[in-house]
């Protein structure tokens, strides 16, 4: 039995969906602990191109139960069209549980953080409007709607009056917006309570029962380390933690169940929205991993940032969320370059910084130092063994794992399931 967590361990992107893609053959259970829609894995199976926003990866599996837990917050439109997308591909979704005590984003969330970016200016924080801010603030007010109250129709009905009511006059007092009409959201998430019911349950039973009985777990990571609310470069983060500890909030599962933390870490480092990105590239070399690696958002279609592998970043993620091992993603976007480079450090003012700042003027001013790499200039997407690869990638991956002081347990050279190097025994 394992129960296994994967987190991002950079600004998101890094591939988390394909490592649990692969890894979801061994569990007999995925679980999506944290984030909302906002948060989208892409998946290739069999040259099929999946784009999931709320759905664990693992669905891809049939037979495996998947878990949408409580630290999720949920727009049933994006749920509920996610299944009839899938469900027309054939994919079975009959094992799919929600948390009865996750919350729903509503429409007001998405108004509110769309009105509250633009209000923000020149200080904008980058949210992708989908809502996720505003319904985690209900959440921490205690004014949220949970999933077992949209299926309480009496319970539904005062809470959504009372949050309509209160919205309204924040709308229309301070944003000079019409508001929302309580009687049409009724009738709409009325209908939305009668398809999510028979995928609604006490999830936090399901799992610990699961770990009684020796399964194998995977907590599946959204978003990343340098986005989570209290370790992330604050305030440019999102509403949650994707942090290994929020998997085990988020799901109903103590720390002392988990036997596994791997860290999804890209080659080189992207981030989407605003905030401080040292070793961000604005050349040719920027552009070029940008479009081999097709850096464009899963859910906004954004472009991404686009700089060269930061290990302070995952040095630092490595120490927030105790990591076993790294998975090491993407690595054959970089088939083609002459040099690569690894930032090992920051300088400020002339002095190499210990550890990674919180403040952002520091971060924003830090010099990145580098150790520069020889390329390896062929093809790796065909190579399955670790010791197949040119050792020129070998001195790449040997050297991150130095500095990180981490292992590296898998080498992903592809999109592809199968385009995957086991380097260390993960069950």
Same mark, same amino acid.
């Given at each position: 039995m394992a129960s296994i967590i994967i987190v991002g361990t950079q600004w998101g992107d890094e591939g988390k969906g394909k490592i649990v893609d692969y890894l979801a053959d061994k569990c007999e259970y995925i679980v999506r602990s944290h984030g909302g829609s906002n948060a989208g894995h892409t998946v290739m199976v069999n040259n099929v191109k999946y784009k999931l926003r709320l759905l664990p990866s693992g669905?891809?599996?049939?037979?495996?139960?998947?878990?949408?837990?409580n630290g999720v917050v949920i727009e049933p439109?994006?749920?509920?069209?996610?299944?009839?997308?899938?469900m027309k591909k054939n994919v079975n979704i009959s094992n799919l549980k929600i948390s009865d005590r996750a919350h729903i984003i509503m429409p007001y969330?998405?108004?509110?953080?769309?009105?509250?970016?633009?209000?923000?200016?020149e200080n904008k924080l980058g949210t992708?409007?989908?809502?996720?801010?505003?319904?985690?603030?209900?959440?921490?007010? $205690?004014?949220?709607? $949970?999933?077992?109250?949209?299926?309480?129709k009496e319970t539904f009905k005062k809470k959504l009056k009372f949050n309509v009511e209160l919205k309204n006059k924040l709308l229309k007092k301070l944003y000079n917006h019409e508001g929302v009409d309580y009687d049409n959201l009724l009738k709409e998430y009325l209908e939305y309570a009668d398809r999510l019911k028979p995928y609604i349950a006490d999830t936090s039973i399901i799992l610990n029962k699961a770990v009684k009985e020796n399964k194998n777990i995977l907590f599946e990571g959204a978003q990343a380390t340098m986005l989570d609310l209290d370790y992330g470069t604050y305030p440019f983060v999102t509403s949650s933690n994707p942090s290994?500890?929020?998997?085990?909030?988020?799901?109903?599962?103590?720390?002392?169940?988990?036997?596994?933390?791997?860290?999804?870490?890209k080659a080189y480092s992207t981030r989407v929205g605003e905030g401080p990105f040292p070793s961000e590239l604005f050349d040719d070399v920027?552009?070029?991993?940008?479009?081999k690696g097709g850096e464009y958002g899963t859910v906004t279609g954004r472009a991404r940032r686009c700089g060269w592998l930061d290990?302070?970043?995952?040095?630092?993620?490595?120490?927030?969320?105790?990591?076993?091992s790294i998975a090491l993603t993407r690595l054959d976007i970089l088939d083609e370059l002459d040099k690569l480079k690894i930032c090992i450090a920051y300088k400020y003012e002339g002095k190499i910084l210990e550890g990674y700042?919180?403040?952002?003027?520091i971060l924003s001013k830090a010099e990145p130092v580098y150790e520069e790499f020889d390329g390896w200039k062929t093809s790796i997407k065909d190579i399955r063994e670790y010791d197949k690869l040119p050792e020129n990638a070998k001195k790449y991956l040997k050297r991150l794992s130095e500095i990180i002081e981490t292992d590296i347990s898998i080498v992903s050279v592809g999109a592809e399931r199968e385009e995957t190097i086991i380097v260390k025994d993960i069950f």
């Open positions: 669905i891809l599996h049939k037979d495996k139960i998947c878990v949408i837990g439109k994006v749920f509920l069209s996610e299944i009839d997308d899938l969330h998405k108004i509110l953080d769309e009105m509250q970016e633009a209000d923000l200016g992708t409007k989908n809502g996720i801010g505003p319904c985690y603030m209900d959440k921490a007010s $205690r004014l949220g709607i $949970r999933i077992c109250d949209i299926i309480n290994a500890g929020g998997a085990c909030t988020g799901s109903g599962i103590g720390p002392s169940k988990i036997d596994n933390v791997i860290g999804v870490v920027g552009q070029f991993i940008r479009d290990a302070c970043v995952v040095k630092y993620a490595s120490y927030v969320n105790g990591l076993d700042p919180a403040d952002l003027e």
